[in-house]
C-alpha cells in the first residue's frame, strides 16, 4: 500500500461537523508551505541574505535572538495572515498580534527552535502549537495563551535536518511526514508513532551537573552506573541542544529528555517555555504514549501565568519519566538503592 500524502491525511482530519478541526488542517497546510520555504533559505547556509549578517540581539524574553530568528518570524506571521489564524503568539514577539478577528483559533509558535545551532549545521526547527479561543479577541488576546496544554486540538514540529520533517497531532495519534523533493509534498514515513515504555538512552547537558538538585544528580549517577548499578542495564547519554531533535530521536527511537531546573541565575523555573515549545512536545510524546512533567507535574495539566513562562521539563518513555518523578516525590524510593551503590556518581568528588 503507498504511503500516505500530508494533503490526503489532512483530508481525513477534516469533518464538516468540526470547524476547529477544519480550520486546523488549514492553518498546517500554510505551515508548511512556510516550512518549505524556511528549508530553502536554511540549506543555503552562510551564502544566503538571512545568514549574511551576523546580528546577535535579545527576543522578548531576553534570550539570544539571530537574524535567521527574525527571518523564520516573519516568514510565518506571514503564513499565517492567509490561514484561518485569529491570533498569533511568538518567541520572538512579546505580545500576540490580531489577525483574523472571525477566526476561531490561536497559534502559538517558537520559529526557529535551536538556534545556537545555526552556524554549526546541526538540525534546528519550528514548533508550533493551536489552540480555541478564549473570550474576544480585542479584549482579552492574552487569555487564549494561557490556557493549559490539555487546551490544544493540534501541534508539531518541522525539523531541518537530512531530512525536512513535520512531526503532527490531531489528538488521535502522533504522525511523522518527510518532504520528497521528487513529488513536491510530504509523505507520510512514521504513521502513528509509538514510544516504548521503557528507556536505555537519556538526553541531558552533563555540564550542569553541580546545578542540579540532588534528584536529578542521583537519577544521572544511577543510569552512569549501567549494568553493575541499581538500574541493571546500561544507558547511552545524548545531548543535541535542539529540542526538535531530541523529540524527534526520542519519537523515532525511545528514551528520555531532561531539562531540569537548577541552581544558576535564571534557571530556577527551567529554561524552555511552556506555552510555545513544552506544551506543544508534551502534546506529540502523549499521543504517542509517551509522558511529559515539569518532573513532577504533567505539563499539559499546568496553567501558564504569562506569554513566555519557562518550565522544567522532562519527557519520553513513560516509566522512565515516572521514575524520575519519583526521584523527586519519594525519598524511600530512593532508599531502594543498594547500600552498595550509595557512593554518588562519576562527576562529583
Given at each position: 500500500?503507498?504511503a500516505?500524502?500530508?494533503?490526503?491525511?489532512?483530508?481525513?482530519?477534516?469533518?464538516?461537523?468540526?470547524?476547529?478541526r477544519?480550520?486546523?488542517?488549514?492553518?498546517?497546510r500554510?505551515?508548511t508551505?512556510?516550512?518549505?520555504?524556511?528549508?530553502?533559505?536554511?540549506?543555503?547556509?552562510?551564502l544566503?541574505?538571512?545568514?549574511?549578517?551576523?546580528?546577535?540581539t535579545q527576543?522578548?524574553d531576553?534570550?539570544?535572538?539571530?537574524?535567521?530568528?527574525?527571518?523564520?518570524?516573519?516568514?510565518?506571521?506571514?503564513?499565517?495572515?492567509?490561514?484561518?489564524?485569529?491570533?498569533?503568539?511568538?518567541?520572538?514577539?512579546?505580545?500576540?498580534?490580531?489577525?483574523?478577528?472571525?477566526?476561531?483559533?490561536?497559534?502559538?509558535?517558537?520559529?526557529?527552535?535551536?538556534?545556537?545551532n545555526?552556524?554549526?549545521?546541526?538540525?534546528?526547527g519550528?514548533i508550533f502549537?493551536?489552540?480555541?479561543?478564549?473570550?474576544?479577541?480585542d479584549e482579552?488576546?492574552?487569555?487564549?495563551?494561557?490556557q493549559p496544554?490539555?487546551?490544544?486540538i493540534?501541534?508539531?514540529f518541522?525539523?531541518?535536518g537530512?531530512?525536512?520533517?513535520?512531526v503532527?497531532?490531531?489528538?488521535s495519534?502522533?504522525?511523522?511526514?518527510?518532504?520528497s523533493?521528487?513529488?513536491?509534498t510530504?509523505?507520510?514515513?512514521?504513521?502513528?508513532?509509538?514510544?516504548?515504555?521503557?528507556?536505555?538512552?537519556?538526553?541531558?547537558?552533563?555540564?550542569?551537573?553541580?546545578h542540579?538538585?540532588?534528584a536529578?544528580?542521583?537519577?544521572?549517577?544511577?543510569?552512569?552506573k549501567?549494568?553493575?548499578?541499581?538500574?541493571?542495564?546500561?544507558?547511552?547519554?545524548?545531548?543535541?541542544?535542539?529540542l526538535?531533535?531530541?523529540?524527534?530521536?526520542?519519537l523515532?527511537?525511545?528514551?528520555?529528555?531532561l531539562?531540569?531546573?537548577?541552581?544558576r541565575r535564571?534557571?530556577?523555573?527551567?529554561?524552555?517555555?511552556?506555552?510555545?515549545?513544552?506544551?506543544?512536545?508534551?502534546?506529540?510524546?502523549?499521543?504517542?504514549g509517551?509522558?511529559?512533567t515539569?518532573?513532577?507535574?504533567r505539563?499539559?495539566?499546568?496553567?501558564?501565568?504569562?506569554l513566555?513562562?519557562r518550565?522544567?521539563?522532562?519527557?519520553?518513555?513513560?516509566?522512565?519519566?515516572?521514575?524520575?518523578?519519583?526521584?523527586?516525590t519519594?525519598?524511600?524510593?530512593?532508599?531502594?538503592?543498594?547500600?552498595?551503590?550509595?557512593?554518588?556518581?562519576?562527576?562529583?568528588?
Amino acid at each position: 500500500m503507498a504511503a500516505s500524502t500530508l494533503d490526503a491525511f489532512l483530508n481525513t482530519m477534516t469533518s464538516a461537523t468540526e470547524p476547529l478541526r477544519r480550520d486546523s488542517t488549514e492553518i498546517v497546510r500554510a505551515l508548511t508551505s512556510a516550512a518549505i520555504k524556511m528549508r530553502n533559505t536554511i540549506n543555503q547556509g552562510a551564502l544566503g541574505e538571512a545568514f549574511a549578517a551576523n546580528r546577535s540581539t535579545q527576543n522578548a524574553d531576553g534570550d539570544r535572538q539571530r537574524d535567521l530568528d527574525v527571518y523564520a518570524d516573519d516568514v510565518f506571521l506571514d503564513a499565517m495572515r492567509k490561514a484561518p489564524v485569529a491570533l498569533y503568539a511568538s518567541e520572538e514577539l512579546e505580545n500576540p498580534i490580531i489577525l483574523d478577528r472571525d477566526a476561531k483559533l490561536a497559534l502559538a509558535i517558537d520559529p526557529l527552535d535551536g538556534s545556537s545551532n545555526i552556524d554549526t549545521n546541526v538540525s534546528i526547527g519550528t514548533i508550533f502549537s493551536i489552540s480555541p479561543l478564549i473570550g474576544l479577541v480585542d479584549e482579552q488576546p492574552l487569555a487564549t495563551f494561557l490556557q493549559p496544554g490539555n487546551r490544544q486540538i493540534t501541534a508539531g514540529f518541522f525539523i531541518y535536518g537530512p531530512q525536512l520533517s513535520l512531526v503532527v497531532s490531531f489528538g488521535s495519534g502522533t504522525h511523522i511526514f518527510v518532504f520528497s523533493s521528487r513529488l513536491g509534498t510530504f509523505v507520510e514515513a512514521y504513521p502513528s508513532r509509538m514510544i516504548p515504555p521503557r528507556a536505555v538512552e537519556f538526553a541531558i547537558n552533563s555540564a550542569n551537573y553541580r546545578h542540579w538538585d540532588e534528584a536529578v544528580r542521583l537519577y544521572v549517577d544511577d543510569c552512569l552506573k549501567g549494568a553493575e548499578g541499581p538500574r541493571e542495564r546500561d544507558f547511552n547519554m545524548r545531548w543535541i541542544a535542539s529540542l526538535v531533535a531530541e523529540s524527534y530521536r526520542i519519537l523515532i527511537r525511545g528514551g528520555v529528555f531532561l531539562y531540569p531546573a537548577d541552581g544558576r541565575r535564571g534557571y530556577g523555573s527551567g529554561r524552555l517555555r511552556l506555552v510555545y515549545e513544552a506544551n506543544p512536545i508534551a502534546f506529540l510524546i502523549e499521543q504517542a504514549g509517551g509522558a511529559a512533567t515539569d518532573t513532577v507535574s504533567r505539563i499539559l495539566d499546568l496553567q501558564p501565568a504569562s506569554l513566555h513562562q519557562r518550565t522544567p521539563l522532562v519527557f519520553g518513555a513513560s516509566k522512565e519519566v515516572a521514575r524520575i518523578g519519583r526521584y523527586h516525590t519519594e525519598p524511600s524510593f530512593i532508599a531502594e538503592r543498594s547500600p552498595l551503590f550509595g557512593q554518588r556518581g562519576l562527576f562529583r568528588a
